[in-house]
């Protein structure tokens, strides 16, 4: 199964759970968001990238490649952009308690 499938997949579980998670954009690519704000949306590397604050890496429970989870960093010559964070394909089985947590962070933030 391909990243954009599985995307779309826990967007429609996602928005049957919560209500207030809403379809939206980030960056030009597909995004959750709740009250117009995103808390998590897939890149165009086909990675999740989720808006989880400052916490610390080794936290988030890892499946297969605890390697390959980072801070998101889009640019080129700028550092990463805090609090968001990004899991690849091969660790989709985070996606959905990530995006969970993501979605809690956010509400408990606005």
């Not at 990243?3 to 690519?29: D, H, I, T, W």
């Not at 297969?64 to 080129?76: C, D, G, S, V, Y």
């Given at each position: ?37 995103v ?36 640019f080129?010559?700028?550092?990463p952009?805090r ?28």
């Amino acid at each position: 199964m391909e990243a954009r499938v599985y995307f779309e997949q826990l967007v429609a579980q996602l928005q049957e759970e919560l209500p207030e998670v809403l379809p939206g954009n980030m960056m030009r690519s597909p995004a959750l968001t709740t009250q117009g704000n995103v808390f998590c949306f897939l890149s165009k590397k086909n990675t999740m990238v989720f808006k989880l604050g400052k916490i610390e890496r080794h936290t988030i429970r890892f499946e297969h490649h605890p390697q390959l989870i980072a801070e998101f960093n889009p640019f080129k010559t700028k550092g990463p952009l805090r609090g968001w964070w990004e899991v690849p394909f091969v660790e989709k089985d985070l996606w959905k308690p990530l995006a969970k947590q993501a979605f809690n962070h956010l509400n408990q933030t606005l």
